[in-house]
């Protein structure tokens, strides 16, 4: 397999790893980028652009990362928390009042970061259609009675989680959490992530900008072994786990230019490796004179807030505000770590102990929900060459 782009010395093991991903472990179009202390020490691409076609993949090649978006969404309340303008332990119907219908007036605004709010399910999933619509989605969920006591236990809020994230932004500033994200995050970093792709980069991806990924498959592949594991769990129609992740049914198109222009913050965020890395080393440390975190907002992302048995995902899982955090279900680089995989490969996450930051990208989706062989190899890859 022909590797391009750079490594900087002593990052050689990652660029010899990346290309066992496609020699060994079946990856057919990919990218990965690597920060250490703001600066960019891996850039590399391989494969096609398109897991169906035969152009090659280009710097720049962009795809979508299903719920790596989470992690940069997550920047959003969590910056607005930094400004003054968002109080997380406030309760969420104070800033949508609509939301405290059915036994959900206390639900706080950190246990929606936090997966604790009891709500991963809709009893009425959405259709394709209603998904896209930026005001149907929390509708659904302001109906939504929980299905657990919010705040006495947690689990993964696969899509749920991007309706009441992107209304929350929008109560409270106007904007999207798309539209904010350009504005006050991608914007100033230069950083190649779209949640609602421009038409122009629309326009561009016929050319060589985002390329066609695969499309949904059954979850599977999490590293603990639970008595029932997650792919048992997803087949059980009543279970959490596949209604939490048949929120919408069925699912979109993923290439589809529809899905693409929407703002789906849990799951259809656009980005390179590149970007996804930018975005990281921005959040512990300064990227050409752009921080987004101040330390203690660093520690509101890795600070755990919930740990153990997932009522969704079923193994025990770590999460911060808005991250995953470190541990069995989804290793990564330290124990101070924090971000987020998405579904079937992509990842993207910091290490302030280290000061590195981790974007990968691919166009060939597997089963795995949260800890992908190919990104497990790059991450080791990358403590090696600490």
């Known amino acids: 397999m022909d590797v391009n782009g750079t490594v900087a010395e002593g990052f050689e093991p990652v660029r010899d790893v990346f290309a ?10 990919a990218a990965v980028a690597v920060y250490r202390d703001g600066r960019k020490v891996v850039d590399l691409w391989a494969g096609t652009r398109d897991v169906d076609g035969t152009e090659p993949w280009a710097h720049g090649t962009a795809q979508v990362v299903r719920s790596a978006t989470k992690g940069v969404a997550a920047a959003v309340p969590l910056m607005l928390h930094q400004r003054g303008e968002l109080d997380l332990d ?4 104070e800033y949508w009042p609509e939301f405290k219908a059915r036994g959900k007036e206390q639900v706080r605004v950190r246990q929606v970061l936090n997966h604790r709010a009891g709500l991963p399910v809709l009893d009425r999933p959405l259709t394709p259609e209603e998904a896209l619509d930026p005001l149907k989605g929390p509708e659904a969920v302001a109906a939504q009675a929980p299905v657990w006591e919010p705040g006495t236990d947690h689990g993964y809020h696969a899509l749920t989680y991007g309706w009441m994230l992107d209304e929350l932004v929008r109560r409270v500033t106007g904007l999207g959490a798309g539209e904010w994200i350009a504005r006050e995050i991608a914007g100033p970093l230069r950083a190649e992530f779209w949640l609602g792709l421009p038409a122009r980069e629309e ?51 993923q290439n589809a230019p529809a899905y693409r222009a929407s703002a789906l913050p849990a799951t259809n965020g656009i980005a390179t490796a590149d970007g996804l890395a930018r975005v990281y080393a921005a959040m512990i440390g300064e990227v050409d004179g752009v921080r987004l975190f101040d330390p203690a907002t660093v520690e509101l992302a890795r600070g755990e807030e919930s740990a153990g048995p997932d009522r969704v995902l079923v193994v025990n899982t770590r999460f911060g505000l808005g991250y995953m955090l470190h541990g069995s279900a989804s290793p990564l680089l330290g124990a101070g770590s924090f971000g987020h995989p998405g579904r079937g490969g992509s990842l993207g996450f910091a290490d302030p102990e280290t000061g590195v930051a981790l974007g990968y990208v691919t166009n060939g989706f597997r089963k795995t ?13 990358v403590r090696a060459a600490l």
Do not use: H
Request: no cysteine; hydrophobic share 35%.
């Open 369 to 381: 929900v949260t800890a992908d062989p190919r990104a497990q190899a790059l991450v080791r890859a």
């Open 203 to 253: 326009a561009a991806g016929r050319t060589g900008r985002v390329g066609r990924v695969e499309g949904p498959e059954p979850a599977g592949g999490l590293r603990a072994r639970p008595k029932r594991s997650v792919t048992e769990a997803y087949q059980d129609p009543g279970s959490l786990t596949r209604r939490a992740f048949a929120a919408i049914t069925p699912f979109p198109d």
């Open 90 to 93: 406030a309760p969420v119907a």
């Open 20 to 29: 066992r991903n496609f020699e060994a472990l079946g990856d057919r179009g």
